[in-house]
């Protein structure tokens, strides 16, 4: 394709005009003297010509080929008016000899005539032979007047024979050249070097080209994250997108010469039906990408989470019932997306079989495999295929049975009968889904043995998932708009359900010793695995989804064959899947009345199996560095706590007991300790010696027999057993230590995740605070530490304004700005019998902990201990108080005093106004 056609072309640029203004000015001026105000005209055609652009995608927001091909429209009216400028009046040549021609061809994405507002532009000038004077003077005259117009040019300068041997030896050089397209120039010469590359670099090397691409699609996708379903995608480079459909077409166009994607459906590679999906999810992309570059004006590929809501807002995605704007913007990008993966399967197992049916030749020609029958289906090369085209119309519950196999058997899915399951997906209705053996079957493959996640997201792709399970239907490519979900609902789901299958299989031991333990305990493994595909299936309906879910498993189990018993452990395990993570990360796990609160709901050692195992996949699912060994501590010492009550079935042992089993814990740990326990032990509250594990009370003892005679004494150091950096304060005590020493850790870049605050008899201050950097990683090197105590030193001592200093801290997640969310406060007086908890939410920032510690001192609070989590952009803080004379919080007034105070601390502007 030469010649871009668009509508109203003039209205983009007027050639003629542009060329008229150029040619008065050099009567008028000469072309020297009147380059100047030749860039001027140029400019000024190139920012016409953007703004009509720009008018037009306002106007046809999801015109993304229009767009796109007008861009590079404009571009090569810009190149042709140059170059003959340059060759008519800078340089002419009046006898030029046969090495004195020189042909413009557009390279990449430029030739294919497709080009965002900001895209590079990349031009092949070739000449017959090495570069005579005058083809250098014109093309460094050209690529002068390219750069004042502020286009960012790549560009090549080669001979034909040049060209051909850097295309042979280079992927990208031939790839580019592949998409070569004339615009300008000696036309003849353009044809020989089209010739010349199809005959001397392009024949015999297909097989070599497809290998080589694919690896070169396989290496992308890893460095983008290996999943099209990652929250902030990347439009051009990601799994997925525009340029996976590129490599569909430069394959195409390698190997059969087609030169239009439409030519691919002539050459058996896509059917008709699957080239208009191409188009479409084409024309979708360029529609997203060309308004990324308008936003940003600059050459942005990646949809940021800022970016979202403006693309979505311009491409007039309104608010649903359950579904944001944004959201509903982005689950059309990821079911794009997904096609895109349809696409490729079916295109490259098609062009598998092409290559596989020339035959073999000579001796081997009568060794070729044979193939077998299994229920009914072919089985030939690894693959099963429906032996006629109307095999699922006579039974649609085949539709679900072939995947059975073919999971069962280690088969692939031949592509002509994905092409059929597609194609006949929509002869699932009610009567199939309530079909016993469809069911049955269902259940095979979400339990399977073998590998369920990718047997799943086939059958996912296929589009019979969401068939049979209409209520999977609708998560179907569903996002979530936030900081914390890495994947789409679906994607996390069979995520989730592939991570069961290999602690079941015990391939996740190492990082998973709780669930590896308990798995193969549990009762139902039909259940666990039903719970853990509908625990997030009632998202984006509105309404807590946890209840929402409950009420789908009631209604789906049954359908799926679980009885009555497993049904009602389903049902609860969707409705609590939250409740086990909340209760780990947010409550204080030494106090006895959360783990009596817990078990209260849990009620059996079996569901408490389950619900660990659910929590840790759910988690673990979510996306990378969600799941650390903080967490997977939490979850195991929640789960051993409650399991020994249930199975004693009884509440803990008396207090002294229970303080005195601890002094006994520390001994065992190290002998050493008996004389710090004999001489020190009484000075510590009995609190303390239920809170705290005896490793660190073995430390947290001789930290404070050596720091007799200190005023301060801060110990930090790296703490394996919870993946954390700890450190311990000794100080004396008085008000507003905490909220110094959490501003002081914040400024050396650590996040706490846990502190716990103690007064001794002699009044003495120990605090040990958990420590990570801002990605969720301990401090270990020297240096850090040495820092780490530094600051808390200078924050004690009054050196530093903390406050400022937060607020002028860069925020660790700056595109955090892109969520609203909405401080809360929850002052609960039941959760504990000694304290009040505490628990805010509100948009995680440097500042937000100190302040919140800040208020809680303001408002004359003691913080026995403090529990930090962070989901994305949201923080959840929760603290264990009373007031100075050590009773809880009753009193209402106060208590709305308190709410008034960490709501305006927890609010963005007060942070500013504050250090104003």
Same mark, same amino acid.
């Given at each position: 394709?030469?010649?871009?056609?668009?509508?109203?072309?003039?209205?983009?640029?007027?050639?003629?005009?542009?060329?008229?203004?150029?040619?008065?000015?050099?009567?008028?001026?000469?072309?020297?003297?009147?380059?100047?105000?030749?860039?001027? @005209?140029?400019?000024?055609?190139?920012?016409?010509?953007?703004?009509?652009?720009?008018?037009?995608?306002?106007?046809?927001?999801?015109?993304?080929?229009?767009?796109?091909? #007008?861009? /590079?429209?404009?571009?090569?009216?810009?190149?042709?008016?140059? *170059?003959? *400028?340059?060759?008519?009046?800078?340089?002419?040549?009046?006898?030029?000899?046969?090495?004195?021609?020189?042909?413009?061809?557009?390279?990449?994405?430029?030739?294919?005539?497709?080009?965002?507002?900001?895209?590079?532009?990349?031009?092949?000038?070739?000449?017959?032979?090495?570069?005579?004077?005058?083809?250098?003077? $014109?093309?460094?005259?050209?690529?002068?007047?390219?750069?004042? @117009?502020?286009?960012?040019?790549?560009?090549?300068?080669?001979?034909?024979?040049?060209?051909?041997?850097?295309?042979?030896?280079?992927?990208?050089?031939?790839?580019?050249?592949?998409?070569?397209?004339?615009?300008?120039?000696?036309?003849?010469?353009?044809?020989?070097?089209?010739?010349?590359?199809?005959?001397?670099?392009? %024949?015999?090397?297909?097989?070599?080209?497809?290998?080589?691409?694919?690896?070169?699609?396989?290496?992308?996708?890893?460095?983008?994250?290996?999943?099209?379903?990652?929250?902030?995608?990347?439009?051009?480079?990601?799994?997925?997108?525009?340029?996976?459909?590129?490599?569909?077409?430069?394959?195409?166009?390698?190997?059969?010469?087609?030169?239009?994607?439409?030519?691919?459906?002539?050459?058996?590679?896509?059917?008709?039906?699957?080239?208009?999906?191409?188009?479409? #999810?084409?024309?979708? &992309?360029?529609?997203?990408?060309?308004?990324? *570059?308008?936003?940003?004006?600059? #050459?942005?590929?990646?949809?940021?989470?800022?970016?979202?809501?403006?693309?979505?807002?311009?491409?007039?995605?309104?608010?649903?019932?359950?579904?944001?704007?944004?959201?509903?913007?982005?689950?059309?990008?990821? @079911?794009?997306?997904?096609? $895109?993966?349809?696409?490729?399967?079916?295109?490259?197992?098609?062009?598998?079989?092409?290559?596989?049916?020339?035959?073999?030749?000579? +001796?081997?020609?009568?060794?070729?495999?044979?193939?077998?029958?299994?229920?009914?289906?072919?089985?030939?090369?690894?693959?099963?295929?429906?032996?006629?085209?109307?095999?699922?119309?006579?039974?649609?519950?085949?539709?679900?049975?072939?995947?059975?196999?073919?999971?069962?058997?280690?088969?692939?899915?031949?592509?002509?009968?994905?092409?059929?399951?597609?194609?006949?997906?929509?002869?699932?209705?009610?009567?199939?889904?309530?079909?016993?053996? %469809?069911?049955?079957?269902?259940?095979?493959?979400?339990?399977?043995?073998?590998?369920?996640?990718?047997?799943?997201?086939?059958?996912?792709?296929?589009?019979?998932?969401?068939? &049979?399970?209409?209520?999977?239907?609708?998560?179907?490519?569903?996002?979530?708009?936030?900081?914390?979900?890495?994947?789409?609902?679906?994607?996390?789901?069979?995520?989730?359900?592939?991570?069961? !299958?290999?602690?079941?299989?015990?391939?996740?031991?190492?990082?998973?010793?709780?669930?590896?333990?308990?798995?193969?305990?549990?009762?139902?493994?039909?259940?666990?695995?039903?719970?853990?595909?509908?625990?997030?299936?009632?998202?984006?309906?509105?309404?807590? *989804?946890?209840?929402?879910?409950?009420?789908?498993?009631?209604?789906?189990?049954?359908?799926?064959?679980?009885?009555?018993?497993?049904?009602?452990?389903?049902?609860?395990?969707?409705?609590?899947?939250?409740?086990?993570?909340?209760? %780990?990360?947010?409550?204080?796990?030494?106090?006895?009345?959360?783990?009596?609160?817990?078990?209260?709901?849990?009620?059996?050692?079996?569901?408490?199996?389950?619900?660990?195992?659910?929590?840790?996949?759910?988690?673990?699912?979510?996306?990378?560095?969600?799941?650390?060994?903080?967490?997977?501590?939490?979850?195991?010492?929640?789960?051993?706590? #409650?399991?020994?009550?249930?199975?004693?079935?009884? =509440?803990?042992?008396?207090?002294?007991?229970?303080?005195?089993?601890?002094?006994?814990?520390?001994?065992?740990?190290?002998?050493?300790?008996?004389?710090?326990?004999?001489?020190?032990?009484?000075?510590?509250?009995?609190?303390?010696?239920?809170?705290?594990?005896?490793?660190?009370?073995?430390?947290?003892?001789?930290?404070?027999?050596?720091?007799?005679?200190?005023?301060?004494?801060?110990?930090?150091?790296?703490?394996?057993?919870?993946?954390?950096?700890?450190?311990? $304060?000794?100080?004396?005590?008085?008000?507003?230590?905490?909220?110094?020493?959490?501003?002081?850790?914040?400024?050396?870049?650590?996040?706490?995740?846990?502190?716990?605050?103690?007064?001794?008899?002699?009044?003495?201050?120990?605090?040990?605070?958990?420590?990570?950097?801002?990605?969720?990683?301990?401090?270990?090197?020297?240096?850090?530490?040495?820092?780490?105590? /530094?600051?808390?030193?200078?924050?004690?001592?009054?050196?530093?304004?903390?406050?400022?200093?937060? $607020?002028?801290?860069?925020?660790?997640?700056?595109?955090?700005?892109?969520?609203?969310?909405?401080?809360?406060?929850?002052?609960?007086?039941?959760?504990?019998?000694?304290?009040? =908890?505490?628990?805010?939410?509100?948009?995680?920032?440097? !500042?937000?902990?100190?302040?919140?510690?800040?208020?809680?001192?303001?408002?004359?609070?003691?913080?026995?201990?403090?529990?930090?989590?962070?989901?994305?952009?949201?923080?959840?803080?929760?603290?264990?108080?009373?007031?100075? @004379?050590?009773?809880?919080?009753?009193?209402?007034?106060?208590?709305?005093?308190?709410?008034?105070? +960490?709501?305006?601390?927890?609010?963005?502007?007060?942070?500013?106004?504050?250090? !104003?």
């Amino acid at each position: 394709m030469s010649v871009i056609r668009i509508p109203s072309p003039r209205s983009v640029i007027d050639r003629r005009a542009l060329v008229e203004a150029i040619e008065a000015v050099v009567a008028r001026e000469s072309a020297a003297k009147g380059r100047k105000q030749i860039v001027d @005209l140029l400019r000024a055609a190139l920012e016409d010509g953007r703004a009509e652009i720009a008018r037009r995608l306002v106007a046809k927001p999801s015109a993304g080929h229009e767009v796109a091909e #007008a861009q /590079a429209y404009l571009v090569d009216q810009l190149v042709r008016v140059i *170059h003959d *400028h340059v060759s008519t009046h800078v340089y002419p040549a009046m006898n030029r000899s046969t090495g004195e021609r020189l042909t413009i061809i557009a390279v990449g994405g430029y030739g294919r005539g497709e080009m965002a507002p900001h895209s590079d532009v990349d031009i092949a000038f070739v000449t017959p032979i090495k570069q005579t004077a005058w083809c250098e003077q $014109v093309i460094e005259a050209m690529l002068y007047f390219l750069w004042d @117009l502020s286009l960012k040019i790549g560009h090549s300068s080669r001979s034909v024979d040049d060209m051909v041997r850097m295309s042979r030896s280079d992927l990208t050089i031939r790839t580019a050249m592949l998409e070569g397209r004339y615009v300008w120039g000696d036309q003849h010469l353009y044809e020989d070097v089209r010739a010349r590359f199809w005959k001397d670099v392009v %024949a015999g090397t297909e097989r070599q080209f497809v290998v080589e691409k694919l690896a070169e699609r396989e290496e992308r996708h890893k460095r983008m994250g290996d999943s099209r379903y990652v929250v902030e995608p990347n439009v051009k480079e990601g799994k997925g997108g525009l340029r996976d459909l590129h490599t569909l077409y430069w394959i195409g166009k390698y190997i059969h010469k087609v030169r239009d994607p439409s030519e691919l459906v002539d050459v058996g590679l896509l059917t008709q039906k699957e080239y208009r999906a191409f188009r479409r #999810a084409e024309n979708f &992309f360029w529609a997203v990408r060309c308004h990324l *570059h308008t936003i940003t004006r600059r #050459a942005e590929d990646r949809l940021t989470f800022d970016l979202q809501r403006e693309v979505a807002m311009r491409m007039n995605y309104a608010d649903r019932p359950g579904k944001s704007a944004v959201e509903r913007f982005m689950q059309m990008f990821f @079911l794009q997306a997904k096609m $895109v993966g349809t696409l490729t399967g079916v295109f490259l197992a098609q062009l598998d079989d092409q290559i596989a049916k020339k035959q073999p030749r000579g +001796l081997l020609a009568g060794f070729r495999a044979r193939s077998r029958m299994v229920k009914g289906y072919k089985v030939f090369g690894g693959r099963i295929m429906a032996p006629s085209d109307n095999w699922f119309e006579a039974d649609p519950v085949r539709l679900i049975e072939i995947f059975v196999l073919a999971d069962r058997e280690g088969l692939e899915i031949h592509p002509e009968t994905m092409r059929l399951v597609s194609r006949d997906s929509a002869l699932i209705r009610e009567d199939v889904r309530r079909d016993p053996r %469809a069911n049955e079957l269902f259940m095979e493959l979400l339990t399977s043995r073998n590998n369920p996640e990718t047997a799943l997201r086939s059958f996912n792709e296929a589009g019979v998932f969401g068939r &049979f399970v209409t209520e999977f239907g609708r998560v179907n490519a569903q996002m979530q708009f936030d900081m914390y979900h890495h994947y789409t609902v679906d994607e996390h789901t069979i995520r989730a359900i592939g991570l069961l !299958a290999r602690i079941e299989k015990g391939e996740l031991k190492q990082d998973h010793p709780l669930s590896h333990e308990i798995i193969h305990k549990v009762r139902s493994r039909r259940a666990l695995y039903t719970a853990v595909l509908l625990h997030d299936i009632a998202k984006g309906r509105g309404g807590d *989804h946890s209840e929402l879910g409950a009420e789908i498993a009631l209604r789906l189990c049954p359908r799926f064959g679980l009885d009555e018993e497993e049904t009602e452990l389903v049902s609860w395990l969707v409705l609590q899947h939250l409740l086990l993570s909340a209760t %780990a990360f947010k409550r204080d796990l030494s106090d006895a009345k959360t783990i009596t609160d817990f078990v209260a709901v849990v009620q059996s050692v079996d569901r408490l199996r389950q619900l660990t195992i659910l929590t840790i996949v759910d988690i673990r699912a979510v996306g990378p560095g969600t799941w650390n060994s903080w967490k997977r501590q939490l979850i195991s010492e929640l789960y051993g706590a #409650a399991e020994e009550r249930l199975r004693l079935g009884h =509440v803990e042992y008396g207090r002294e007991k229970r303080v005195a089993a601890k002094k006994k814990a520390v001994i065992a740990h190290d002998p050493g300790n008996e004389a710090l326990v004999e001489e020190l032990g009484g000075q510590f509250a009995d609190a303390y010696w239920i809170a705290e594990p005896d490793d660190v009370i073995g430390k947290n003892l001789a930290q404070f027999h050596a720091s007799r005679d200190e005023p301060l004494s801060i110990l930090s150091e790296y703490y394996p057993a919870r993946g954390a950096t700890l450190v311990t $304060v000794i100080a004396s005590d008085h008000p507003g230590l905490f909220y110094r020493i959490a501003g002081g850790i914040h400024l050396a870049g650590g996040n706490i995740i846990d502190a716990r605050i103690h007064t001794t008899r002699t009044g003495r201050a120990v605090d040990n605070f958990l420590i990570q950097d801002p990605l969720g990683r301990p401090f270990r090197e020297e240096s850090q530490l040495a820092r780490l105590s /530094a600051s808390i030193e200078n924050a004690l001592a009054n050196r530093i304004k903390i406050l400022p200093q937060l $607020v002028a801290r860069p925020d660790a997640r700056p595109r955090a700005d892109a969520f609203e969310v909405r401080p809360r406060v929850l002052v609960d007086n039941k959760a504990s019998n000694r304290l009040t =908890v505490v628990e805010v939410n509100a948009r995680d920032r440097p !500042a937000l902990l100190n302040r919140l510690a800040h208020a809680l001192f303001e408002s004359k609070l003691m913080v026995h201990s403090a529990h930090i989590d962070t989901y994305g952009e949201r923080a959840a803080d929760t603290f264990y108080v009373t007031d100075l @004379l050590g009773e809880k919080l009753t009193s209402a007034t106060r208590i709305k005093a308190l709410e008034r105070r +960490l709501l305006e601390a927890a609010s963005e502007g007060s942070l500013t106004e504050a250090v !104003a």
